[in-house]
């Protein structure tokens, strides 16, 4: 479907603030965690305010690929827009932690299907040449977001109090509402509109089984329960397998599994998820610990990476447009973000704090060059029918890329600072600021405790993006196709770019 220009600004802007609007949400709320338990008092389960989100936006993503692709995807987006207000609403007057948890889990859901249908609706209205560019645009909602909500949401708390928080979404949702209405046109479905219920059913309850697994296998307590989720996913997974192969419209689609293209981008976003987010998670405690910095002067190193993947998202975005080749930026991007993350684990203790700023900035730049990129390059190799499900499972991938490697990284940190502290001081009771008040001698064999814990770290995910590399190097070298998406399904010897 062709639009007018000014129907596509209006389009990007409408998608562009929906996107933004569920970044925010994960970010602001996270600032005010501490309060809003403490309020409800259940600060012994506020995790949850977070973790219910998140299982929501993750293990529905799949769904609501191939309801998009059934239905359209104007309507789920609609829907989804309507169920993330209403969820807002509803966590500023949830009385307890069940109702706000209950609440979190829906506009979790709402919050996948923006995400997802905001990036399928630009598939659907552009060609694969004019796709990177928005997509880039839209993209740069989860930077801005994290330098953003932090502040929006420590500001709210302070100064007016946790309800508005979520109920902030509303006016900015509603606007966005009626952008959509407006601008988004109405899509039609699948040739064939047909839905797989069996498969959804199973691939949901795997697949959160599979994340409460990584989640909880790190706690002593929840060990036993994280086995059992493990053995419920790969007896899930069994089932799956013989579900699929008998199911009419399977929720993922084994077509898209046998496209070279789509499986280097399925491998890209894994780079992204268990790389990215498992550095910019734990480089704040590494920067508060090694550089004996305050928590608001350790967010600096994680805002130069996110920025630094906001220009060079923006920038390779309106590359590729102009040019249409884009196998080269993955390669160089993944390159230099293990470069980036190599030099981070071979700097020394002391060093000026600009100095790390700058070489997680290079990160950050080397990641933007295809985070944002490779959706528009996975959409271009699948059919019209299956742009919901691709773009789907190159998030979900993503998803649990950044769960497991975050969980990984934990552990991995959690134990080697346990086993490396002298006599005298507890890992579960040092905090950045009981570790400033320690004596020089100590600071210092702290300081370099945690250099040394953190250099394999960032070598192991340097390697991680070095792979990266390698599947990079297996793109073709095409060029993104001016052309309306076919409805007809790509032959899976074919490599349509």
Known sequence: MTLSPARVRILVAALLTVSFLGALDHTVVSTSLATIAGDL???EHMSWIMVG????????LPVLGKLGDVVGPRLVFVVSLALFLAASLACGFAPDLGWLVAARVVQGLGSAGLQLMSQTIVARVTSPRQRPRYMAVIGAAFPVAIVVGPVV???????????????INIPVGLVALVLALVAVPRLPGGAHPRFDVPGSLV???SLLALILAVTWIGDDALRPAAIAC????????LALVAIERRAAAPILPPRILRNRTILVCLGLSLVVGAGLFSVVA???TYVQMAYRTTATVSGLVPIATVLG???SSLLTGWL??????YRLYPVVGTALAAVGLSVMALLPVGMPLWVPMAVMAAVGIGTGAFTNLIFAVVQSAASRDDLGAVTATTNLVRQVGAAVGTAVVGGVVGFAVAAALPPGLDAATLTPAAARSASEGVQDQIALIYHDVFAPVFLGLALVYACGVVIALLLPADRLSDEMPATAAPSPDRQPA
């Open 41 to 43: 008092g259940a600060l």
């Open 53 to 60: 989100y998140t299982l929501a936006a993750t293990v529905m």
């Open 153 to 167: 949401g420590g500001l709210i708390t302070d100064y007016w109090s946790w309800p508005w928080v979520f109920w």
């Open 203 to 205: 691939f949901t309850g």
């Open 230 to 237: 493990a053995v419920g996913a790969g007896i899930g997974i």
């Open 282 to 284: 734990y480089v704040p």
């Open 309 to 311: 993947m906001l220009v």
């Open 320 to 325: 590729v447009s102009r040019s249409g080749r």
